[in-house]
């Protein structure tokens, strides 16, 4: 959903043109946003499944696999309060998409009541995807490309930028160290990550909910709140066992431990942030 985070940008500027003075340039950031917002609620809002969705190039049809990029309109409040409201209370708050709940399973007795006790998994519970997982560093890297400019614009936390070029440039097989995307080799790849939780998706979807326009939207609160609370008990079931800062963690144990999920690992500390943010400490 690159387009929403253009949208994200053209508000951030707008909003930073006002406040030092430079009124004409806000005017004109404002217009561009109204008429890419426009052409993104008229092309990609899928009223069939009440959530934004990509499209094909090559046929125009809706590419129905819902992650948490989908929640991205919300960022710029591109999406309307009745579009926000059918997209967390269909999506959010569903065991069969994002799984939130304000009271998930003991990451220590990983309870198997609901399918995914954990939010927000990289893929809808109900998508078959959801147990065909791959390690996708590439795509992960991409994703903190986004956040380390919303982070930066927002007063938040310094990134590690040659990282991330690293990542960015390192292709499978390359020569890049462990340290940001560990070199791919041939292995079996087990069951259980592309439906993982993984920090920086929950901060970027809570960054959403919590945009002023939705305010007034119980689900969307509800879905906020929930959001805060199951990304803080994610973070501090291991932490507080095993002094763990998890890259990703199983949704439905709340344990990070895989062969692929390094132990301390910079953005997974975005669980407990977003936990901040909502009890006003930030």
């Keep these: 959903m690159t387009l929403c985070r253009y949208l994200s940008m053209l508000d951030s500027l707008a909003e930073l043109a006002t406040a030092i003075g430079r009124d004409a340039d806000a005017a004109e ?60 209370r269909r999506w959010l708050l569903s065991d069969g998409g994002f799984c939130l709940s304000d009271q998930p399973q003991s990451p ?28 996708w560093c590439e795509m992960a890297a991409l994703n903190l490309a986004f956040l380390v400019w919303y982070l930066y614009q927002r007063g938040g936390v310094r990134c590690c930028f040659v990282c991330l070029l690293a990542c960015l ?22 069951p259980h990550r592309r439906g993982r939780v993984w920090g920086p998706m929950n901060y970027l979807v809570y960054a959403g909910l919590a945009h002023p326009r939705y305010a007034a939207v119980a689900s969307v609160q509800a879905a906020r709140k929930a959001l805060a609370t199951t990304s803080g008990k994610l973070l501090l079931g291991e932490w507080l066992d095993k002094h763990h800062v998890h890259e990703n963690y199983d949704a ?24 901040l943010l909502e009890h006003g400490r930030l």
């Design 29 to 88: 950031l404002r217009g561009r946003q109204a008429t890419m917002t426009a052409t993104l609620n008229s092309h990609l809002w899928n009223a069939e499944l009440g959530i934004y969705s990509n499209r094909r190039s090559d046929t125009g049809a809706f590419v129905n696999r819902i992650s948490p990029f989908n929640f991205h309109p919300m960022l710029s409040g591109a999406a309307t309060p009745d579009q926000a409201d059918t997209m967390a």
């Design 108 to 135: 220590q007795t990983g309870g198997t009541q609901k399918p995914c006790n954990y939010g927000l998994p990289s893929i809808a519970h109900n998508d078959s995807a959801f147990n065909d997982q791959n390690y």
């Design 169 to 190: 440039l390192r292709g499978r097989g390359g020569g890049v160290p462990h340290g940001c995307c560990r070199t791919f080799t041939p292995h079996p790849i087990p």
């Design 252 to 275: 439905v144990s709340g344990l990070g431990v895989d062969p692929d999920s390094n132990p301390f690992y910079h953005w997974g500390a975005l669980l407990g942030y977003v936990a």
